[in-house]
């Protein structure tokens, strides 16, 4: 099966420097990338995603990245807010059985520091 | 739009007993629905895939006759906890695909805070 595996597991930056969260998958068929965020106790929100047909893509502050040769993703937030403290998870999806199959990553908590 | 929600929120049992959770889509219809469990500080494990009108799929080491899952409609689906122990006290979320939709991006309930005594 697919095996995502994410870095760093915890994160500090100052407010107003970038973060980088990067992941790594396994299985090539993988062909979405969402990320999620979730502040404690609540429910994870899709923050940003991107497709195996592209190769970054950019929201306002969150840009993502992809190189599927090298099955490498990243998620970058610039000039951090403290509003942007959170846990993020990234994750892989196939086609499995007629739905998209997920697999998280272990999560990255980031707090960013006024 | 695109809005999931679970109930109970937050449920204490005693051991032994069972716990009946629902996922609803709120505003779209869901032929998939997905049942994940997460500990505390931990990521989200996909136990189950859950089938409008069929048999639910479970996850590797994910026992179906203890998770019991049911999908009677397009915008519900129900999990429950069979004989609880403590060992499953856990936060479990659900998520649902819009089956209208043109992306696969799955939406998240709320989840359930289960605490088993």
């Known amino acids: 099966g697919e095996n995502v595996e994410q870095h760093p597991s915890t994160l500090s930056v100052q407010e107003g420097d970038s973060a980088v969260i990067k992941c790594t998958y396994s299985?090539?068929?993988?062909?979405?990338f969402p990320w999620y965020k979730q502040e404690l106790g609540k429910r994870p929100q899709l923050i940003i995603d991107?497709?195996?047909?592209?190769g970054e893509k950019k929201d306002q502050r969150i840009a993502v990245t992809l190189n599927k040769t090298a099955k490498h993703f990243s998620l970058h937030i610039t000039e951090t807010q403290p509003e942007d403290s959170a846990v993020y998870f990234c994750?892989?999806?196939?086609?499995?059985?007629?739905?998209?199959?997920?697999?998280f990553g272990i999560g990255t908590k980031l707090q960013v520091i006024p | 739009g695109a809005v999931v929600s679970q109930h109970p929120s937050w449920v204490i049992c005693k051991s032994g007993t069972s716990v009946k959770i629902e996922c609803r889509s709120l505003?779209?219809?869901?032929?998939?629905m997905f049942w994940y469990r997460q500990f505390p500080k931990q990521s989200l494990m996909l136990m189950a895939t859950?089938?409008?009108?069929?048999?639910?799929?479970?996850e590797q080491g994910v026992e179906k006759d203890k998770f019991l899952i049911n999908h009677a409609s397009l915008t519900l689906s129900t999990l429950t906890v069979t004989s609880a122990h403590p060992e499953d006290s856990s936060f479990y979320i659900c998520?649902?695909?819009?089956?209208?939709?043109?992306?696969?991006?799955?939406?998240f309930g709320p989840g359930t805070r289960l605490t088993v005594l």
């Open positions: 994750a892989a999806s196939k086609r499995s059985g007629g739905y998209q199959k997920v697999t």
């Open positions: 299985d090539s068929a993988s062909n979405y």
């Open positions: 859950s089938n409008e009108g069929s048999k639910a799929t479970y």
């Open positions: 998520s649902a695909r819009d089956r209208a939709g043109t992306t696969d991006t799955q939406y």
């Open positions: 991107i497709r195996s047909n592209v």
């Open positions: 505003d779209f219809q869901a032929t998939t």
